[in-house]
């Protein structure tokens, strides 16, 4: 079955810098976008960045310049490099992906930035 492993999350100080990752297993990871997104306390989860097979990237505005997606097809894994972390970057940081019949999600991984 699909399987999605978060890795990475932790405490850390704004301007400082975090790398996630994602271990994805059960699908062929490099026919499927490999996405990221968010949840912060009270709020609606939000994508934060993806990563298409054909190698095209997006980021939420709010990220763009600081955060970096990447992959590794031969490692079945997806990254999120996070510089420059503030506060407001403080969430829940989930892995998803689509395939036929539905989303399947990670079990998220916490990511707190101290002011």
């Known amino acids: 079955q699909v399987r999605l492993v978060e890795s990475g999350g932790g405490l850390v100080q704004a301007g400082g810098s975090l790398r996630l990752s994602c271990a994805a297993s059960?699908?062929?990871?490099?026919?499927?976008?490999m996405k990221w997104y968010r949840q912060a306390p009270g709020k609606q989860r939000e994508m934060v960045a993806s990563?298409?097979?054909?190698?095209?990237?997006n980021y939420a505005d709010s990220v763009k310049g600081r955060f970096t997606i990447s992959r590794d097809n031969a490692r079945n894994t997806v990254y999120l490099q996070m510089n420059s972390l503030r506060p407001e970057d403080t969430a829940v940081y989930y892995c998803?992906?689509?395939?036929?019949?539905?989303?399947?999600w990670g079990q998220g991984t916490q990511v707190t930035v101290s002011s």
């Open positions: 059960g699908i062929i990871f490099s026919r499927n976008v």
């Open positions: 990563f298409s097979s054909g190698g095209s990237t």
């Open positions: 998803a992906t689509d395939i036929i019949g539905g989303r399947y």
